[in-house]
């Protein structure tokens, strides 16, 4: 890639950026779980991570942060996002010399992280295709920018291979680490943020990128900060000028020309085999004494800096409620329902497990529980009911399979809804929609061989109110895995949390012990359960109607000593219930959805503010 011999020409061309910042300091509380919002106290600040941080980032330019490990470098790169809040933050950051509103500016930013948070099962143009759908009004535009950005960033051959993951072969490290550059480009955002971006990388893939960057810069005018830890001389010379960094102090700030002089001045040669950034870190202690000079008056300056950090918050709250969006929410959910079905269907091992799950299942239960409803089995009430409550312990325990979808999908929402690519409330609606046919085919292959075969009612409304039922469990118990996968942190702590209420809901369902046996204290879970109202449901359908009430359930001597009707009562069921307690499961799915939503949009908000 070459780079451009002339003076970059940035007429005609859209608002160029220059971020600064002012004293920047930034602290952790003491308490750093995911509860220290409610912990947190008044002057509990326990370790500044960054210290009266001066810099400026111009536009045509890249600014390199680095330092050692721990310096603070991601941390500052984070600041410069938007990405951290403002409220934990004293000093100033200004873009164009005003206060940064960090939501506004994400959306006219990019900011790619160091771990690449990709779907491994979509192509590299179906990656950068949906993400420019979402962050430019879909249509032409978006094509037109996908076709762009393949070219600009070297990715035509491999435009139609899977970006891949770890259990399938796909594109290369250097390729996907300029496709997660990409898909924070479509949008040709003005300002680029890029944490680690050589990071992995062999010399060859590293020094790629960093031209990529730098052309960029130069043609296009864009403002460009980012990351490194070791950099090679090659890619060293295209950095404009670099940040030092050493425990959140600022060491050096400007080109590399003035960090030689600096060196030398201070007595120490540059050897020949070694970059000047490298050496510069090995030998920080001669940069560190002159920062340390001037602590005293930076700190002195702390207060003023909160002062200007709340009216910088003030400023940003009112901001933020005129976010509009690049495409309305239908179109949204229209995007994000075909990126899910790509992804779903794609996973094959799920889906042909599932449905492989739900046939067999069907069948065995079907063969073992075989004729139980039959005239010459009507002695065998318990065996009829044994297969409805088994029938529900199946079909809700063996849907945890979206708990991984749910949370590979999480760490992309965060980072998207982070940008305003589009509203938390569509990627939940496209989601269920997309479960929708999925489940309903999982549910008719397991009614279709088990409702004929255990022989309940032989009627066609009886069998297509029984699927239906089938279908609302499994949509049930679909939003409630995507309810929790909100929020648990991580796969382990998931499966445990939903098995344990699963199991909880089966016990208060009233089929182990009835709801007046139930303690007071402990009657909220049966009206919880989501056993309860399709294993109601069930037993209605069945034993319920005019056929049913006149069947006999249990001879005795002769004479029928329970029929339907009164078995009905004895369980405190009614025919009413039969409809009702299908719109207590819809709620229960609606519900759960909704509820979903509160939680990732406050987690959302928790990564804005």
Known sequence: MELPTKAPDFRDKKTQYTIKTKKLSYWLSRRVDDFSWFFRKEGTASKRILKNVDCEARPGEIMAIAGPSGAGKTTLLEVLAGMIPLSRLSGNVLVNNQPMDPRHFRRLSGYVTQDEILFPLLT???????????RLHDGPMAAARVRELLEELGLEHVAKARIGGESNRGISGGEKRRVSIGV??????????????????DSASALHVALLLKSMAVKQGKTIVLTIHQPGSRILELFDQALLLSNGTVLHHGSLHLLEQRLELSGHSIPRHINILEFAIEVKEALVKDAEESQEEENADLEQGCEDTRRNTQVSNVRETNICYANPQFKEVLILGQRFSNNIYRTKQLFVARTLQAVLAGIVLG??????????????????????????????????????????????????????????????????????????????????PVYWLVGLRREIDAFLYFSLVVWMVVLMSNSFVACFSALVPDFIMGTSLIAGLIGSFFLFSGYFISKEDIPRCWIFMHYLSLFKYPFECFMINEYGREKGQKRC?????????????????????????????VVVMLGFIVGYRILSIFILSYRSYRTKS
């Open 367 to 448: 063969t073992i529980f075989m004729n139980a409803a039959s005239d010459s089995m009507r002695f065998k009430l318990q065996t009829q009911i044994g297969f409805f409550a088994f029938s529900l312990t199946f079909l809700l325990s063996s849907t945890t399979e979206g708990l991984p979808i749910y949370l590979q999908e999480r760490r992309i929402l965060m980072r998207e809804t982070s940008r305003g690519a589009y509203r938390i409330s569509s990627y939940v609606i496209s989601n269920t929609l997309v479960f929708l046919p999925f489940l309903l085919i999982v549910a008719l292959l397991y009614t279709i």
């Open 553 to 581: 359930l249990k001879i005795v001597e002769g004479e029928c000593y329970l029929y339907a009707e009164g078995f009905l009562m004895q369980r405190g069921l009614k025919e009413s219930q039969k409809w009702s307690n």
């Open 184 to 201: 924070d480009l479509v949008h040709d955002p003005a300002v680029l943020l890029i944490d680690e971006p050589t990071s992995g990388l």
């Open 124 to 134: 590299v143009e179906e990656t950068l295709r949906y993400s420019a759908r979402l």
